[in-house]
């Protein structure tokens, strides 16, 4: 399993932003897909955004289009999510995880999470 350090979550008032960022422990992420996905209470796991391996192409899953954006800094071992104009749905803990471009493409990876198990990852929980 490729492991992330999750951090960033927290309590916002709707309309709020948070910025998430997770680092890769113990592996080089470079060669591999990466993203966020989240669960909601009581709901499965979901992508939210990715970027292939391959080009940097982002993917966002339509809930959060212009509201989110991926990114990861220079040595491409730390993810961020900036998050914009928060909603109650967005209220899930958020994780990283990563996946290898000869297993899957980035948005098969957002769209159908191939993941058994999860970390620890970050709550988000957004409320007034």
């Known amino acids: 399993q490729l492991h992330f350090v999750e951090s960033g979550g927290g309590l916002v008032q709707p309309g709020g932003s948070l910025r998430l960022s997770c680092t890769a422990s113990?592996?080089?992420?470079?060669?591999?897909?990466v993203g966020w996905f989240r669960q909601a209470p009581g709901k499965k796991h979901e992508g939210v955004s990715c970027i292939d391996q391959t080009d940097g192409t982002t993917y966002y899953a339509d809930s959060v289009k212009g509201r989110f954006t991926i990114s990861r800094d220079s040595t491409k071992t730390t993810l961020y999510l900036q998050m914009n104009n928060l909603k109650p749905e967005d209220t899930a803990v958020y994780y990283c995880r990563a996946d290898s471009p000869t297993l899957t493409t980035s948005r098969a990876m957002c769209v159908v999470p191939p993941f058994t198990s999860w970390g620890q990852g970050t709550q988000v929980t957004v409320s007034s």
């Open positions: 113990g592996f080089n992420p470079e060669g591999f897909h």
